[in-house]
């Protein structure tokens, strides 16, 4: 009878309202921090539902895929999953963009109605209110520690797909031989092969990943990383983090040899060289010891060219351009 009242029950922490009065209480366990923890294993829940569901794992019920290894709580997460397999698209009517799940269409078309969830302690906003409750877990200082080495991390997304490192699972290509560490990369390395491709509206450029072109479009936008600590600034912010660790005089040791890295790619390039690792061209005779090295190569053959738009040169190589 509320429904057909039109009464909405608001939280006085944040912006949202609720049908249902149940809704908001559940909704409030979330600024109270409140989690339903597993008890037999390190899994934790906002929700008394998703902890139900996680249990039916344990007890052996679960839902397969039968085209690959991985098996879900709920049957509806199965069939979501499936649609992946069958190359099922979710496209937005008001733009080009389209997704492999419907609740990420959903979440997108909030942006075009300008729908944001918006942390009452700082500037930032978010477009899904489950990145919002990560967030805010950051103001409260709040670290997830791994229980097998020393690492902690700021979102337990995070540390939950660390853990599958030790525990050595990996996402499989059915499609070729690579295999990845995260389902979201499986996810867009599998576009690579339906050719989907992300295109700047800004400009002629084009990516095989949404998150490059997202990247890319802060080149537009002028947004800059800036190190508190001294003057550099970077556009990506990973660059940031791997400069960030320079200060805290984080190294990366190579123990065949008395190198040293302040990133870790790059060290893991560096060992390719000591295992006599090389990228061959198959279109001529050179190869790398490095994969960017030889992505860097292919674009010569391509006659891809870097030009200056203040004078008529151009280079091969984009980092002539900057110099």
């Known amino acids: 009878m509320e429904q057909h009242q039109g009464i909405r029950y608001k939280c006085d922490l944040c912006s949202k309202d609720f049908s249902y009065k149940n809704s908001l209480i559940l909704h409030m366990n979330l600024h109270q921090g409140i989690r339903y923890k597993c008890d037999l294993c390190s899994k934790e829940y906002f929700h008394k539902r998703s902890l139900t569901e996680h249990m039916k794992l344990h007890q052996g019920i679960g839902y397969k895929c039968d085209l690959c290894s991985k098996e879900f709580s709920r049957k509806y997460n199965l069939t979501d ?10 496209k937005c009517n008001l733009c080009s963009k389209e997704f ?10 909030k942006i075009h109605q300008g729908i944001r969830y918006k942390c ?6 978010f477009s899904r209110n489950c990145y919002l409750t990560e967030h805010m ?3 409260q200082g709040i670290r997830y520690k791994c229980d097998l080495c020393s690492k902690d991390f700021s979102y337990k997304s995070s540390l939950i797909e660390h853990k599958k490192l030790h525990q050595g699972i990996r996402y499989k290509c059915n499609l070729c031989s690579k295999e990845f560490s995260r389902n979201c990369y499986l996810t867009e390395h599998m576009e690579q092969h339906q050719g989907i491709r992300y295109k700047c509206d800004l400009c002629s450029k084009d990516f095989s990943y949404k998150s490059s072109l997202i990247e890319h479009k802060k080149l537009h936008q002028g947004i800059r990383y800036k190190c508190n600590l001294c003057s550099k600034e970077y556009f990506f912010k990973r660059n940031l983090t791997e400069h960030k660790k320079l200060h805290q005089g984080i190294r990366y040791n190579c123990d065949l040899c008395s190198k040293e890295f302040s990133r870790k790619d ?8 000591h295992q006599g690792i090389r990228y061959k061209c198959h279109l001529c005779s050179k190869e ?8 860097i190569h292919m674009k010569l053959h391509q006659g891809i060219r870097f030009k200056c738009d203040l004078c008529s040169k151009d280079f091969s190589y984009k980092r002539s351009l900057s110099s």
Do not use: A, V
């Open 100 to 109: 492999s799940r419907k609740y990420n269409l959903t979440d997108h078309k």
């Open 266 to 273: 790059n060290l893991t390039d560096h060992k390719k060289m």
């Open 81 to 90: 999953h499936k649609k992946i397999h069958q190359g099922i698209r979710y």
């Open 288 to 295: 790398f010891s490095q994969k960017g090295s030889l992505k």
């Open 120 to 125: 009452n302690l700082c500037s930032k906003e």
């Open 137 to 139: 877990e950051q103001h």
